[in-house]
């Protein structure tokens, strides 16, 4: 088992590929953790419909699991607030895990870290990437 590093250094890429590393990796009923700043109160309370929040010094975290809803919603609805980052998520950091990996999604999607990855796994993410390396650091740990 490995672990799979990517962080987006092209802040022009559209969120296809984060996209597909969800539809990849998370299912519905995965364990989960969203955390948002204290002041991301919009956020906040879209998050707290999948789960219970509370609060951690200066974050709030969400805990549930993957609902339909939600994997809806990250799959299809592409941040509008992308004046400091070219956000992939509205949500600073999710952390999904299952059976087959750990995923976590940080800095509003622009870095990811998937754990106890499989050999089809590292195919499937060399395959995304190998058209648009260029645009971000991929470290790979087989």
């Given at each position: 088992?490995?672990?799979?590093?990517?962080?987006?250094?092209?802040?022009?890429?559209?969120?296809?590929?984060?996209?597909?590393?969800?539809?990849?990796?998370?299912?519905?009923?995965?364990?989960?953790?969203?955390?948002?700043?204290?002041?991301?109160?919009?956020?906040?309370?879209?998050?707290?419909?999948?789960?219970?929040?509370?609060?951690?010094?200066?974050?709030?975290?969400?805990?549930?699991?993957?609902?339909?809803?939600?994997?809806?919603?990250?799959?299809?609805?592409?941040?509008?607030?992308?004046?400091?980052?070219?956000?992939?998520?509205?949500?600073?950091?999710?952390?999904?895990?299952?059976?087959?990996?750990?995923?976590?999604?940080?800095?509003?999607?622009?870095?990811?870290?998937?754990?106890?990855?499989?050999?089809?796994?590292?195919?499937?993410?060399?395959?995304?990437?190998?058209?648009?390396?260029?645009?971000?650091?991929?470290?790979i740990e087989e």
């Open positions: 088992m490995g672990r799979i590093q990517v962080q987006m250094i092209d802040s022009t890429v559209s969120f296809d590929w984060w996209r597909k590393l969800l539809q990849h990796f998370v299912s519905i009923g995965n364990e989960l953790e969203i955390r948002c700043w204290k002041e991301e109160t919009e956020e906040i309370q879209k998050a707290s419909l999948y789960g219970i929040p509370m609060e951690d010094k200066s974050e709030v975290s969400v805990c549930g699991v993957v609902t339909v809803e939600l994997l809806s919603e990250l799959l299809e609805e592409e941040p509008a607030d992308k004046s400091i980052y070219n956000k992939m998520t509205k949500y600073f950091t999710i952390n999904i895990k299952n059976e087959l990996c750990d995923f976590c999604s940080e800095h509003y999607g622009t870095e990811v870290y998937i754990d106890r990855v499989h050999e089809d796994d590292v195919s499937f993410v060399s395959k995304l990437f190998a058209q648009c390396a260029d645009c971000f650091s991929i470290y």
